[in-house]
């Protein structure tokens, strides 16, 4: 038990003393802590306070330095302005000056103008005092003339005007006549000047329109190809052109007939594409017709484009410039009608350019010159004169009226109301006198070829009339849902007989109606 005790004992002491020990312990440790942060936290300050004096110091330089950089700038523009100031005191100073100088000049001037004045008031005061005297002195002479005279001053003055009209007037009416005369004299010599000189200023060349076109061909052996089965080739590309092709026994060779010019361009042109495919039959052959003509149309715009382009005839309208085009596939007389249009142009716009009637004049006659004949190519057919025709469509295509009275009295169809209608009157007469320019017989000709075919089409049920051959044959297609096999015989007969009563030609003509059935379907 003692023994227990005693350890229990033991056992407090030593719990005593270790928390004595322990407390003494920490505190020691607690009191070296504290110093080692005191210790710290000083040092941070010391470092702190030096760091700002360092940037405490540098910011005063770089103030310093800022404050020296804007008195410098500061300083400088206090000069410019200064300078600037000084300069314009000067210049004002200058201006001061020179508007003394002036004022002083002015008042100079001022001075002497005064004194000018002052003298010629003198001078005008003695001018009126002898003008006063003058007319004094003149009253007294008229009146001693008036008394030696015994006439008023009035009267004589009546007498004398009198006198001296009556001799200006035979004078002047004798210098009237002189004039007249002198100006028919050269006004006729001026006129023939100026239409040799246009004469001379333009060459043209001229060509004479024949009625046959040669189509040479590699080979004999593609005649055969052309003329085809019994015939049936040859007469579809008659039936489709209105041509009359020739075959005969000319070495490659085959002469395609017709008067107009256009439908020989169609078959020559269709000719030569089907001789290049190789594919000749009736129904490839109306085809090519069809792309040929469009074709040609094509053609005609291109050429009515290329001429107008050439004579520096602008802004033609569409419809104008196509009939430009298709006077290239006509004839008038034999001549081209294009050609002869274009020779007519330029004779116009010299003529008028001749005569000094400015440049936009000028323009007008070569326009009128180019135009006066399209009449000759209308679209349709009209009972109008060519002339007539003529202006209406250009009237139709917004022409100038100067332009549309020009065609339409070029053949003094219309009373002439400008300047330009003489002109292009008589150039057009210059252009077809030239030796060989036209043959009278050819357009009588083909005058007769186109009464023939038109008389064909004015019976119902026609659809197409050719006359081939050299107008000795005249073939009409007819309308097979219009006109039977008897009405054909019946057409052909009366055809016959209205041509042996109504027109004049030489020998006989063969007039053959074709009609043709044809059923046509399409395999899709």
Request: net charge neutral.
């Amino acid at each position: 038990m003692d023994s227990t005790i005693i350890v229990a004992i033991t056992a407090v002491v030593a719990v005593l003393i270790g928390v004595f020990l322990g407390k003494a312990i920490f505190a020691k440790n607690t009191r070296q802590q504290v110093e080692e942060a005191e210790n710290q936290a000083k040092k941070l300050i010391d470092d702190a306070k030096a760091h700002a004096e360092t940037l405490k110091e540098k910011k005063i330089l770089e103030a310093k330095e800022h404050f020296l950089q804007q008195k410098s700038q500061h300083e400088k523009e206090v000069m410019q302005r200064n300078q600037k100031v000084a300069e314009g005191e000067t210049r004002i100073k200058q201006q001061q000056q020179s508007l003394n100088d002036k004022n002083a000049g002015l008042q100079k001037q001022i001075n002497e103008y005064e004194q000018q004045k002052l003298n010629l008031d003198k001078q005008l005061e003695i001018v009126n005092i002898k003008r006063t005297e003058l007319e004094r002195h003149q009253e007294e002479h008229i009146k001693r003339l008036e008394k030696v005279a015994g006439l008023s001053a009035d009267q004589a003055k009546t007498e004398l005007m009198e006198a001296v009209k009556e001799e200006a007037r035979t004078q002047a009416m004798a210098h009237v006549k002189e004039i007249m005369e002198e100006a028919k004299v050269n006004a006729t010599k001026e006129a023939k000047k100026i239409v040799i000189q246009t004469i001379q200023r333009t060459a043209a060349e001229q060509t004479i329109e024949n009625v046959i076109t040669v189509f040479n061909l590699e080979s004999d052996e593609i005649k055969g190809q052309i003329i085809g089965r019994e015939g049936r080739n040859i007469r579809a590309l008659e039936a489709a052109t209105g041509v009359d092709l020739i075959i005969d026994d000319t070495p490659e060779a085959i002469v395609l007939s017709c008067f107009d010019p256009l439908r020989r361009e169609v078959a020559r042109l269709s000719l030569q594409r089907l001789v290049q495919d190789g594919r000749i039959h009736p129904a490839r052959i109306e085809e090519v017709v069809e792309k040929t003509k469009k074709q040609l149309e094509e053609q005609v715009m291109e050429i009515g484009e290329r001429t107008i382009i050439e004579l520096g005839v602008h802004g033609l309208h569409k419809d104008l410039v196509r009939m430009v085009g298709k006077m290239r596939f006509r004839s008038s007389y034999g001549q081209n009608l294009l050609m002869h249009s274009k020779e007519t142009a330029n004779l116009c716009g010299i003529m008028a350019a001749e005569l000094g009637l400015g440049q936009k004049v000028v323009k007008l006659a070569k326009r009128a010159g180019l135009l006066h004949d399209i009449g000759k190519v209308p679209d349709e057919e009209t009972e109008l004169s060519h002339a007539l025709l003529g202006a209406k469509l250009a009237e139709k295509a917004g022409e100038h009226p100067a332009i549309v009275n020009a065609i339409g009295a070029h053949h003094d169809e219309m009373e002439m109301a400008y300047i330009i209608s003489p002109i292009v009157q008589a150039c057009d007469a210059i252009s077809g006198a030239r030796p060989g320019a036209r043959r009278e017989m050819m357009q009588s000709y083909l005058q007769r070829i186109k009464d023939l075919e038109n008389l064909a089409m004015a019976y119902n049920g026609v659809e197409k009339a050719y006359a081939i051959q050299a107008g000795r044959e005249l073939r009409v297609i007819v309308e097979a849902e219009k006109v039977t096999d008897a009405d054909s015989d019946r057409l052909s007969f009366e055809i016959a007989d209205k041509i042996q009563k109504e027109m004049q030609y030489p020998g006989q003509i063969k007039v053959t109606v074709i009609r043709e059935l044809r059923a046509v379907n399409i395999a899709r």
